[in-house]
């Protein structure tokens, strides 16, 4: 057995963030606190919708995890399968039990790639792309960089997902490369989505629509992906309404998988009745165990689930711990502020910004419902190093 004054499940954006702010703001907590994380890389995905879109390259989403834990915290190599809140310690795949005074919860989504038929044999060849990975992103430029017209389709699940804008985002790019390379005119682009509008937020979605408009994209909304016939080029989506079968043909398809809660924390005692971990939306403390906190992809806070997310619920988590720790109220609120930037194009932007009320929160002096080369250039060049060198640092 082990113990940690403060055990962090997940070294991803929310697990490296909160460990960072930890130690940093309280020096007796050096040495005291691990990560625990399976993987020896960490990546940094909102590139990969550049990626794919063969605007960046894929070597620069990934580090080795080691190198982004940091000084002062211990990184435990192995996978969380078990948590016993009630006498507050974990169970790791290797069997070992770690006990904690604290514990932060920030394993991540999980991708269910086997929830569509068809999919696991299909993806990453013959036109069926994803940027949900870093072992399909390169897929997608290849289908793009290939395509010779007909069909593109660009999908949407109807479960939660990680970044809600960049199914579309990877769309707009692949239809400027078609315009380029002379084949948009012996092309449909579709965006078939499980959801009933393009955007959550009616500012941007207005914006949206038009951007759908001048480049003419068919929408083909209440569409669920269930299955891929790949032998055949068909991709099947079950209407959400009726719940009727319709076939389309395709020549190329992005697919953005189902996604949910992580199984090993869907069946804990730390998750609500659809899985998530349970959470107060405004102080991230779990609601039934005081001593648990929970962030990113993986909480269930009713907020769109972004990196840009993560950066303002990390330091709700280490100033709201640190005040447990110190018998003292939780008094840091999050508001359940996001982000989304919505590539229009190579060299547009739409920054999306709001709150848990779906209302505008931004952050620039200026509309950031207009399409910009200044956000574009934000995304592709600055955030990038806001992230690695800010936001995983506890900085920022
Ligand atoms: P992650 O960063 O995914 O980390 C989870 C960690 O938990 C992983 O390291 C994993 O190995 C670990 N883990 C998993 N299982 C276990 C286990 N059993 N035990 C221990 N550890 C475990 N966000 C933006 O803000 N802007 C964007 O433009 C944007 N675009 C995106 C585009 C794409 C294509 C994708 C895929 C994502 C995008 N995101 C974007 C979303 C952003 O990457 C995520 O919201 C963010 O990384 C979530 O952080 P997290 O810490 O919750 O999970």
């Known amino acids: 057995d082990m113990h940690y004054t403060v055990v962090i499940v997940g070294g991803g954006s929310g697990g490296i963030s909160v460990a960072s702010r930890l130690v940093r703001a309280a020096k007796s907590l050096r040495d005291h606190v691990v990560v625990i994380d399976p993987s020896d890389k960490h990546y940094y995905q909102p590139l990969w ?8 390259q ?128 012996a092309t449909e682009v579709v965006f078939a989505s499980a959801g009933g509008s393009i955007f959550s937020v009616k500012k941007y979605a207005d914006a949206l629509d038009k951007v759908i408009e001048r480049k003419g994209i068919k929408t083909a909304y209440k569409r669920n992906l269930v299955e891929i016939r790949a032998d055949k080029k068909e991709a099947v989506f079950e209407n959400m309404d009726t719940k009727q079968q319709e076939v389309m043909k395709y ?27 349970d959470v107060d939306k405004f102080t991230l403390q779990h609601k039934k165990y005081p001593n648990v906190f929970g962030l990113g992809d993986a909480s269930n806070l009713p907020t769109s689930k972004t990196g840009a997310a993560i950066r303002k619920q990390a330091p709700t988590v280490e100033k709201n711990l640190l005040s447990l720790m110190h018998d003292q109220a939780l008094l840091k609120k999050y508001n359940g502020y996001t982000s989304c930037p919505l590539v229009t194009g ?51």
């Open 49 to 56: 919708t550049l990626v794919g879109g063969g605007a960046a």
């Open 58 to 185: 894929k070597q620069a989403t990934e580090r080795d995890e080691a190198s982004v834990i940091p000084d002062g915290v211990k990184w435990m190599q192995d996978a969380v399968t078990e948590f016993t809140p009630d006498a507050n310690y974990l169970t790791t795949k290797s069997g070992t039990k770690v006990h904690y005074d604290y514990l932060v919860v920030a394993p991540g989504i999980q991708i269910d790639w086997d929830k569509i038929k068809g999919l696991k044999e299909a993806i990453g060849k013959d036109g069926v792309c994803s940027n949900y990975s870093y072992d399909y992103v390169d897929s997608t430029w290849e289908s793009i960089r290939n395509f010779k017209g007909g069909r593109a389709i660009f999908s949407y699940p109807n479960t939660a997902i990680k970044c809600g804008g960049a199914p579309q985002k990877i769309m707009y790019l692949a239809e400027e490369h078609f315009a380029k390379a002379g084949v948009r005119d």
């Open 251 to 277: 020549d190329m398809i992005h697919v953005v998988p189902p996604m949910s809660s992580p199984d090993f924390i869907k069946k804990s005692p730390l998750a609500d009745a659809n899985g998530w971990v």
């Open 346 to 396: 190579y060299g547009s932007l739409i920054l999306a910004e709001f709150d848990y009320d779906l209302n505008p929160m931004e952050t620039f002096p200026f509309d950031q419902g207009v399409e910009r080369f200044s956000m574009y250039l934000l995304k592709k060049e600055l955030l990038p190093v806001v992230y690695w060198d800010g936001m995983l640092k506890g900085l920022l």
